[in-house]
């Protein structure tokens, strides 16, 4: 079983910061990709910001320069910080991560996502 759990979004004002987290646990061999994704009411779901395992990112051209991903390898951990927040930045955030495991079985698997919401 592999588990992906995101932490650390709420409520800020525009133009404020967040920090959120996502970690990989259960049955985790190795990470390779990992990023963010995001949906809004009404919306599809969109990439926010990808990091490969050698530390390669793409993102989203309504966040280039605000936010920035990065990762813990060893703690199986992506970071999404978010700068100057807009109102349309609100959305659920969700994480999403390929996963080897022990038995070298390998997936993506999602978080249930966390809110973020940019109002003032």
């Known amino acids: 079983q592999v588990q992906v759990a995101e932490s650390g979004g709420g409520l800020v004002q525009p133009g404020g910061s967040l920090r959120l987290s996502c970690a990989a646990s259960?049955?985790?061999?190795?990470?390779?990709?990992m990023g963010w994704y995001r949906q809004a009411p009404g919306k599809q779901r969109e990439l926010v910001a990808w990091?490969?395992?050698?530390?390669?990112?793409n993102y989203a051209e309504s966040v280039e320069g605000r936010f920035t991903i990065s990762r813990d390898n060893a703690k199986n951990t992506v970071y999404l910080q978010m700068n100057s927040l807009k109102f349309e930045d609100t959305a659920v955030y969700l994480c999403?991560?390929?996963?080897?495991?022990?038995?070298?079985?390998?997936?993506?698997?999602w978080g249930q996502g966390t809110q973020v919401t940019v109002s003032s």
């Open positions: 990091e490969t395992r050698d530390g390669s990112t």
């Open positions: 259960g049955d985790v061999f190795s990470i390779g990709a």
């Open positions: 999403n991560a390929h996963v080897r495991t022990t038995f070298r079985l390998e997936g993506w698997y």
